[in-house]
């Protein structure tokens, strides 16, 4: 099994820069790729960002030369740097942790959430 933890939300004036943390115990050897997703009420869960373990990145392209993904493997520890903060970004963040195909166990595994709150 895996366990994601999120740290690193808060509330931020438009334009400000905000760190995500996602700490991975338990089993981390499986993990594939790691990701960032977000939230709001009413809306589908949104792909963020998205690191592979041979390094490739994805993003959405509302945060594409704002944002950015990156893992430290050695700490089990995938990253999102958010800079120039609009108030369109405010949402509940969720770590995502995808892992190969193994019986009796999920593919996905999700973070408890944070919340990141931009300010106009």
């Known amino acids: 099994q895996v366990q994601l933890a999120e740290s690193g939300g808060g509330l931020v004036q438009a334009g400000g820069s905000l760190r995500l943390s996602c700490a991975a115990s338990g089993s981390t050897f499986i993990i594939n790729a790691m990701g960032w997703y977000r939230q709001t009420p009413g809306k589908q869960r949104e792909l963020v960002a998205i690191i592979s373990s041979p390094g490739y990145t994805n993003y959405a392209d509302s945060v594409k030369g704002r944002f950015t993904i990156s893992r430290d493997n050695a700490k089990n520890t995938a990253y999102l740097q958010m800079n120039s903060l609009k108030p369109e970004d405010t949402a509940v963040y969720y770590c995502?942790?995808?892992?190969?195909?193994?019986?009796?166990?999920?593919?996905?595994?999700w973070g408890q959430g944070t919340q990141v709150a931009v300010s106009s």
């Open positions: 995502n942790a995808h892992i190969g195909l193994r019986p009796g166990y999920p593919r996905d595994y």
